[in-house]
């Protein structure tokens, strides 16, 4: 269960060109994980609060999602924003 949410966080995020339900799912979480990672958040601090998960129990995974989302949330405001414009999911 997402920590931000009712819609389960995946280990990785979509990696497409195309906005996905997922995207659209975790849009607010997307902001606040780059909000995070931009003010310098500690992958610990970040996964406990926003993914609802303990980095020092689970550093691998924790890793990996936080990574993955991250990508995914740069993705989101370098190019998934014109497609959320166009009112498309393509």
Known sequence: MSA???TPISDLAPQGDDLTDYDHAHMTLYLRLFD??????????ISQILFGLDADKEPER????????????????EHGYRKLLEG???
């Open 4 to 6: 931000t949410g009712t």
């Open 62 to 77: 924790a890793r990996k999602i936080y990574d993955s989302h991250l990508a995914r949330a740069r993705w989101m405001t």
């Open 36 to 45: 995070a990672a931009e003010s310098g958040a500690s992958l610990q601090e």
């Open 88 to 90: 498309g999911n393509g």
